[in-house]
């Protein structure tokens, strides 16, 4: 009977916990500002009630953040698995582009989860660091990538002091046990396509772009076939260049 109790309960928090993200999501979808007391008036709580499931503001950013960067990952994934298993290169640039839409289509959830600080005062919170679904999905898929074309990597030797830590004890979200030690430079790659993917759809998303250059596509289409040779794949750049034209379409 307790531990039936204790299930009910178990059961109870997770429903309120699903129920502040969707309070929230909803918030973001409109007007709303973001906060624990919006949030508790929406759900018809005190703030006092909820801060028995999110104690602070950071808590409910983190929250939120994880459960939409997950369920916006699904849809990247949906969009990557309509191509076969043993195009990993195709797979990414579809999920490139779906990661590029669902962020100009939802600028408010996109800055929550991507303009949310993982590094306080000089520390990363490493579990926020690790965990994110979307960076996982990327880092598997040019893990994926890199096993088919083999594209060259850094030594540790060639890294500087400072990147040369952070490939050895990363704090990035990829699985770090399938990289052997001594070829952890692949990681640095995998911070570089990040870099180049978020930095064109952040400077798209909040407008830090020419609206005609946006609404085309046509600089995250160049950044994406600049990078593309990095990855080993300069011969594949007209397919995938195709492919990226042919998705930004639907």
């Known amino acids: ?36 007391r919006a949030v508790a008036s929406l ?72 303009a949310n600080p993982i590094a306080d005062a000089g520390c990363v919170r490493r579990e926020t660091a690790t965990l994110s679904s979307s960076g996982h999905l990327f880092t598997d898929y040019l893990y994926e990538v890199w096993a088919k074309y083999h594209y060259p990597y850094p030594t540790l030797d060639e890294l500087p002091p400072a990147v040369r830590e952070s490939v050895v004890d990363p704090v990035i979200p990829a699985k770090a046990e399938r990289i052997e030690p001594a070829e952890r430079g692949l990681m640095w790659v995998y911070m570089q396509g990040w870099t180049q993917l978020y930095g064109v759809v952040a400077l798209e998303v909040f407008g830090h772009m020419d609206p005609r250059v946006i609404e085309s596509g ?33």
């Not at 502040?20 to 409109?30: D, E, F, K, M, N």
């Open 43 to 114: 759900m018809g709580l005190t703030a006092p009630a909820l801060y028995r499931y999110v104690a602070s503001y950071q808590d409910l950013v983190d929250l939120v953040a994880f459960e939409v960067d997950k369920a916006a990952t699904e849809t990247f994934r949906t969009a990557a698995v309509t191509l076969p298993e043993d195009d990993p290169a195709g797979r990414l640039i579809c999920a490139a582009v779906a990661f590029r839409q669902w962020a100009l289509r939802s600028p408010r959830e996109f800055g929550l989860v991507f």
């Open 1 to 36: 009977m307790v531990q039936e109790q204790t299930t009910r309960r178990e059961r109870q928090r997770e429903a309120t916990y699903d129920e502040i993200v969707r309070a929230s999501r909803q918030l973001l979808a409109g007007d709303g500002e973001l906060s624990l």
């Open 218 to 250: 046509e600089m995250f289409i160049d950044t994406i076939r600049n990078f593309a040779p990095r990855l080993g794949l300069a011969s594949e750049v007209p397919r995938l260049e195709a492919l990226m034209r042919e998705r930004l379409a639907l």
